[in-house]
């Protein structure tokens, strides 16, 4: 079983910067372990924001966050990171940290979420 847990959410305002934390756990996670972050704001479909894998460090950016976003991972601490720079209004949402352990179920395992708001 994996756990997935996010933190560094919170309030801040347009052109602020916040750091979201995924702690996971509970397996020895491969090196070729895919680690998400996606986003939701109500009424829309779960959105892709970023992805990394645990080795090699190969990362995937939307669109809608490049230059502006970067994903990272401590593979030693089993810790993931999005740095949200430049942040605006529309980034506002619930961000999802999730694990894909290539093993062709996708992402499988999600966090909780943490709330991410952007004042104007």
């Known amino acids: 079983q994996v756990q997935l847990v996010e933190s560094g959410g919170g309030l801040v305002q347009t052109g602020g910067s916040l750091r979201l934390s995924c702690a996971a756990s509970g397996r020895t996670f491969s090196p070729y372990t895919k680690m998400g972050w996606f986003r939701q704001t109500p009424g829309k479909e779960r959105e892709f924001v970023a992805s990394v894998t645990r080795v090699g460090g190969s990362r995937t950016l939307a669109n809608s966050v490049k230059g502006r976003f970067t994903i990272s991972a401590d593979t030693a601490k089993n810790l993931v990171y999005l740095q949200m720079n430049s942040l605006k209004p529309e980034d506002t949402a619930v961000y999802y940290c999730?694990?894909?352990?290539?093993?062709?179920?996708?992402?499988?395992?999600w966090g909780q979420g943490t709330q991410v708001t952007v004042s104007s």
């Open positions: 999730a694990a894909d352990l290539r093993d062709g179920r996708g992402y499988l395992y």
